[in-house]
């Protein structure tokens, strides 16, 4: 019935694997559990090797690095089940119940459900904040492939983009051939918790790549103004003439807005302003 795939990187994906086995084995199902680290050459895999002593559960680990995306792709291809289910591996089911609900969601053949992210309210270390307020008032509200449920036979059909091999926005092309293609992707309430919350710093460096691989993909025209706020308001000023303007600006402010982001009252404005500044800094 359904095979769970976790994409991991320098993470113990141990506490999450037991229990999502002690889960499935309270729904009494046909289900395998497969984890494949990226190529991340960490000490935790050593801890994660033992859940290749478990019973339906596989840890892999990449000789080169794929990239999430085609990370996934490579996991689905082991999966033997009729359903996929995608976790991030530094996720955790927010109720005992999780895999009960998506199953007794999955009467439509062709459903495609997203059960949702949260983040614990408990408020983090000063050098996590931005990382912490950004997913709380950002992440929760967009669909994301951190915790999808899809049927094998149309993840095969429509995989992820393996020409992505960057950190950031393989989620967005992803739904958009999904879309695309007339599928629907139901948001229920079923949410997981993202428990590793990067420094701020660390979040910093990842939406610079992420920025970059954005700039790569509008280039390819693989995403337009119409499904990234960032190149929509990239394009007005593109007309407007302002795109070099835009990034003197940024680039005169940028340590300035940075020691904001790293503060412990980070501003979303000025980091909605840091990502617009950087990606006109790229053009």
């Given at each position: 019935?359904?095979?769970?795939?976790?994409?991991?990187?320098?993470?113990?994906?141990?506490?999450?694997?037991?229990?999502?086995?002690?889960?499935?084995?309270?729904?009494?199902?046909n289900f395998e559990i497969l984890c494949q680290d990226d190529a991340s050459n960490s000490q935790k895999n050593i801890k994660n090797q033992v859940i290749n002593s478990f019973s339906k559960c596989s840890f892999?680990?990449?000789?080169?690095?794929?990239?999430?995306?085609?990370?996934?792709?490579?996991?689905?291809?082991k999966a033997n089940n009729e359903w996929l289910l995608i976790l991030d591996c530094d996720t955790f089911p927010a109720e005992n119940n999780f895999i009960e609900k998506y199953i007794a969601e999955?009467?439509?053949e062709n459903n495609i459900l997203f059960g949702?992210?949260?983040y614990e309210d408990k408020i983090p270390e000063k050098q996590q904040l931005l990382r912490w307020i950004?997913?709380?008032?950002?992440?929760?509200?967009?669909?994301?492939?951190?915790?999808?449920?899809?049927k094998k036979e149309i993840f095969f059909q429509y995989p992820f983009d393996e020409s992505i091999t960057k950190y950031g926005y393989e989620d967005l092309c992803f739904f958009l051939v999904l879309k695309?293609?007339?599928?629907?992707?139901?948001?229920?309430?079923?949410?997981?918790?993202?428990?590793?919350l990067e420094t701020s710093e660390i979040f910093l460096s990842k939406t610079k790549t992420a920025l970059e691989n954005l700039f790569f993909l509008?280039?390819?025209?693989?995403?337009?103004?119409?499904?990234?706020?960032?190149?929509?308001?990239?394009?007005?000023?593109?007309?407007?003439?302002?795109?070099?303007?835009?990034?003197?600006?940024f680039k005169k402010n940028q340590l300035k807005i940075e020691r904001n982001l790293l503060s412990q009252k980070p501003s979303l404005f000025l980091f909605d302003l840091y990502k617009l500044g950087y990606f006109c800094f790229l053009k």
């Open positions: 019935m359904l095979s769970i795939l976790i994409p991991v990187y320098n993470y113990d994906v141990l506490p999450l694997v037991n229990e999502l086995v002690k889960q499935c084995n309270s729904c009494g199902i892999f680990i990449n000789e080169v690095n794929l990239g999430r995306g085609r990370n996934i792709n490579s996991l689905a291809q999955i009467a439509e949702g992210i949260v950004y997913g709380q008032k950002r992440e929760t509200a967009s669909v994301l492939t951190s915790n999808l449920w899809i695309k293609k007339g599928f629907e992707i139901t948001s229920i309430q079923n949410p997981v918790f993202h428990l590793n509008y280039n390819s025209k693989k995403i337009t103004s119409a499904e990234s706020k960032i190149i929509k308001t990239f394009e007005f000023l593109k007309q407007l003439k302002l795109t070099r303007f835009t990034s003197l600006v």
